[in-house]
């Protein structure tokens, strides 16, 4: 018998890590390709590819962390899935150096 939050347990960081992987593709090809060079006014088109993904991505890890905050399993395994998915919604913070850091 599975416990009800037993799938959720590492949705967050598998969701976070797709993220990263996806951040990293997108910044690899765009910097192949010269996106960065390209402006769309005062930012490059890396840019915001770069501001979209990670948008998108955290986006994802919060639905995922409020679908954890949902579970009503109040076990130490219920604890534990909402306290790993809230602190992958804390670690998507780090997807906040497209803002600021160099592209390329």
């Known amino acids: 018998m599975t416990q009800p939050g037993l799938p959720l347990l590492l949705a967050g960081w598998v969701v976070w890590a797709a993220g990263f992987l996806l951040l990293y593709a997108v910044q690899a090809t765009g910097c192949r390709m010269g996106w960065h060079e390209e402006a769309l006014g005062p930012v490059s088109a890396l840019r915001i590819a770069l501001i979209g993904v990670a948008a998108i991505v955290a986006c994802a890890i919060v639905l ?20 790993a998915n809230g602190a992958a919604a804390l670690a998507a913070l780090c997807f906040a150096g497209v803002l600021w850091l160099s592209p390329c």
């Open 64 to 83: 995922v962390w409020k679908r954890a905050e949902r579970v009503r399993d109040r076990s130490p395994l219920g604890r534990i899935v909402r306290l």
